[in-house]
Nanobody, 126 residues
Framework: QAQLVESGGGSVQAGGSLRLSCVAS????????MAWFRQAPGKEREGVAG???????TYANSLEGRFTISQDSAKNTLWLQMNSLKIEDSAMYYC????????????????????WGQGTQVTVSS
């Protein structure tokens, strides 16, 4: 049994930065792939950034290099550094994990993930 808890969300003006954290406990270990997803009101859940159990990272094309995903050596903490935030980045952000070595085409697919956090809200204003 694994548990994921996100934190670091909040309100920020457009152009600002924010760093989200996801702390994993329980069964999470080095053989897990992890990712960040987001969901805005009226929108489907969208894959933002993922890191495979082998270290491979994948980002949504729409980010234009503004976000960076990382994790600690023990792989029990996942971060999402968000820079140059835009209003359209406003959403509930979730971290997710699965005991699979996902590839580039599946890292951002929500159906692959088994463990999910409760989310942290990011609100970007003008």
């Amino acid at each position: 049994q694994a548990q994921l808890v996100e934190s670091g969300g909040g309100s920020v003006q457009a152009g600002g930065s924010l760093r989200l954290s996801c702390v994993a406990s329980g069964d999470i270990s080095s053989d897990y792939s992890m990712a960040w997803f987001r969901q805005a009101p009226g929108k489907e859940r969208e894959g933002v950034a993922g890191i495979s159990s082998d270290g491979t990272t994948t980002y949504a094309n729409s980010l234009e290099g503004r976000f960076t995903i990382s994790q600690d050596s023990a792989k029990n903490t996942l971060w999402l550094q968000m820079n140059s935030l835009k209003i359209e980045d406003s959403a509930m952000y979730y971290c997710a994990a699965v005991q699979l070595r996902l590839g580039e085409l599946t890292l951002l697919g929500s159906a692959w993930y088994y463990y999910w956090g409760q989310g942290t809200q990011v609100t970007v204003s003008s």
